[in-house]
Nanobody
Framework: QVHLVESGGGLVAAGTSLRLSCVIS????????VGWFRQPPGKEREFVAS???????EYADSVRGRFTISRDNARNTVFLHMNKLKPEDTAVYFC?????????????????????WGQGTQVTVSS
């Protein structure tokens, strides 16, 4: 059973940065594609970024150029580096591992393509 634990959220001012971490266990890390999603208050969960097994990446338009997803295979960890944060980035952020087998360079982006999820970490950006 795959277990994902997010950390690194908090309350920050607009324009600043945060780094979220997602530690994954229960499955060979090199076989996992990972995604970050977020759920703003009162809204549906939405895709943020994903990374394939060989570190190809995908980003939502709203975060491209400000957020960077990366992975450290030695530490079974995926990071989400968030720069130039905006109040509209306020949300609970979740990481998730892929549900289906996929090519090494494929980074899934749809909710249904992920089968295991973390508990989430709150990010609040004040204006």
């Amino acid at each position: 059973q795959v277990h994902l634990v997010e950390s690194g959220g908090g309350l920050v001012a607009a324009g600043t940065s945060l780094r979220l971490s997602c530690v994954i266990s229960g499955r060979p890390f090199s076989d996992i594609a990972v995604g970050w999603f977020r759920q703003p208050p009162g809204k549906e969960r939405e895709f943020v970024a994903s990374i394939s097994k060989n570190s190809q990446t995908e980003y939502a338009d709203s975060v491209r150029g400000r957020f960077t997803i990366s992975r450290d295979n030695a530490r079974n960890t995926v990071f989400l580096h968030m720069n130039k944060l905006k109040p509209e980035d306020t949300a609970v952020y979740f990481c998730a591992s892929n549900r289906f087998e996929s090519p090494p360079n494929y980074a899934p982006t749809a909710d249904f393509q992920f089968g295991s999820w973390g508990q989430g970490t709150q990010v609040t950006v004040s204006s």
